[in-house]
Structure formats: structure tokens, C-alpha cells
């Protein structure tokens, strides 16, 4: 089991930047597959990001495909998403999520990951 704390979430101007950090606990981290996701009012759930547990296997969606870099630090074991060029349709809640199967990577099934975090509020306005 693996506790997630998201965090660097703010105000940025569009075309800016802005790294979230996943902090895991309870676990190593390097364990699991990780998956970014967000939910913006009144949109549904969407799969931004997601790289399975050796690294052999990364997603992006294609919105954020370019702009967005997901990267794990094991020494810390905290996952992060650097976010470049944001603009408004970023603006969103921000999750980082889990998934302990091996292999796993699909930001498509949400159910496939067992742990989540609070999420970050991801505001990009000028």
C-alpha cells in the first residue's frame, strides 16, 4: 500500500509553467505505476499522463503531449508533472494515482489504479 500527497499547485499566466509534485509513502513509489489525471468543472475526468513501473511504458495525452513531462525521483520517491506552455483549458484539479500491477499503464481505465491522492488546484489565468 502507498499514500500520495500532491502538491505545487497555484496561479500561473498562461504560458507559463508549473511542476506538481506526487510524494509517496508507505511504499516505494518505483513500485507502481503512475498515472497524472485531472477534472476541471464540469468536465469529465481526463488522463493526462502515465508511465508503468520500470519506465518502459509512457502515455501522454494528446492535449498535453509536448508541453508536459512526468519524472520520478527515487530518492525521494515523489513522481512529478512539469508543466510547460500552460493555458487555460490546464486549469484543473490535478491527481496522482497509483497502480500496483505490473506492466500497467492506461490513464483510460481509472479503476485500474488503487491509490490517489487529495489532488491540486491548477489555476492558469491572466
Known amino acids: 500500500q502507498v499514500q500520495l500527497v500532491e502538491s505545487g499547485g497555484g496561479l500561473v499566466q498562461p504560458g507559463g509553467s508549473l511542476r506538481l509534485s506526487c510524494a509517496a509513502s508507505g511504499s516505494t513509489l518505483n513500485d507502481y505505476a503512475i498515472g497524472w489525471f485531472r477534472q476541471a468543472p464540469g468536465k469529465e475526468r481526463e488522463g493526462v499522463s502515465c508511465?508503468?513501473?520500470?519506465?518502459?511504458?509512457?502515455y501522454y495525452g494528446e492535449s498535453v503531449k509536448g508541453r508536459f513531462t512526468l519524472s520520478r525521483d527515487n530518492v525521494k520517491n515523489t513522481a512529478y508533472l512539469q508543466m510547460n506552455s500552460l493555458n487555460a483549458e490546464d486549469t484543473a484539479v490535478y491527481y496522482c494515482?497509483?497502480?500496483?500491477?505490473?506492466?500497467?499503464?492506461?490513464?483510460?481505465?481509472?479503476?485500474?489504479?488503487?491509490?490517489w491522492g487529495q489532488g491540486t488546484q491548477v489555476t492558469v489565468s491572466s
Open positions: 494515482a497509483a497502480d500496483r500491477r505490473i506492466g500497467g499503464c492506461n490513464v483510460r481505465d481509472f479503476s485500474s489504479y488503487d491509490y
Open positions: 508511465v508503468s513501473r520500470t519506465g518502459a511504458i509512457t
